[in-house]
């Protein structure tokens, strides 16, 4: 190590020390304080949350069970999360049951008879879609997490593919379309269905827990961007571009098109099938 390496090491030591003494007790005290939050208010929350679902499932539960079969009824104390308990068991039973002869007997018996419900056969048609959607082995609810332009452009919006557009919405539609579901901030379970040209969304290459992780804190949870550096140097899109083209559209009537590998898939799949060995 040099001298000048060696002084500037005990410089920055030095200075570390005098900000050190420079912070005063309140100023120790709360930055000790907001640690400690940080600490603790995660594990505290995600406790108190699972408490009052236990809680509630117990509620509406155990008073089911009968007294004879209840060990609540021989024990001095309560015993939480037995109703969780009792559902979750009952539920396998119901699926092994809903498996055999019988079961699937009894379910095709009850589809046909809320199928000639007015409003209910809406509503449970359209339940159990979701459901199946969501909760099957291996569900694709949410394929990828792409980038749209959205409300207008130049502002983007973080969005879910749930799927190719098909039917008489991509029949009437020139481009290729993809159908992606727009989430609202905190609450990601509201949001829209837009139907986009597969060309006109970035894709993303955080994951969609991540993305939905982003979308719920409003933007305050960033993942970070591990694609390679060559990728993070090339721009994908730009809002300008479509400015210009949609002033020459709505004001001045001109038919024009956006320039030919301008769109963000198009850059997208153009920077992956550049080769290495060229340098921007």
Known sequence: MTDDEQRGKLGSTRDEAERKRA???????RAYLMTGILVVAPI??????AWIFIGFVDRQVTPLIPAAYNPETYLPFALPGLGLIVLIAGLILIGA???GF????????????????????NVHSAVKQILETVLAQQSNAFREAVLVEYPRRGIWAIAFITGRTEGEVQSITAEECINIFLPTTPNPTSGFLLFVPKKDLVPLTMGVEEAIKMVISGGIVTPPDRRPAAEKNVVMTSAVVYEDLEV?????????????????????????????????
Not at 23 to 29: E, G, I, N
Not at 44 to 49: D, K, N, Q, R, W
Not at 102 to 121: H, K, N, Y
């Open 44 to 49: 505290s929350i995600t406790f108190y949350l």
């Open 248 to 280: 020459l559209r709505e004001l001045e009537r001109t038919p024009v098109l956006a320039p030919k590998g301008t769109r963000p898939g198009e850059r997208k799949e153009a920077s992956l099938n550049k080769p290495d060995d060229i340098e921007e």
């Open 97 to 99: 049951a809903t498996a």
């Open 102 to 121: 019988f079961g699937r007997l009894w379910s095709r018996v009850s589809e046909q008879i809320l199928a000639r419900m007015p409003v209910i056969r």
């Open 23 to 29: 912070l005063t007790f309140a100023q120790r005290m």
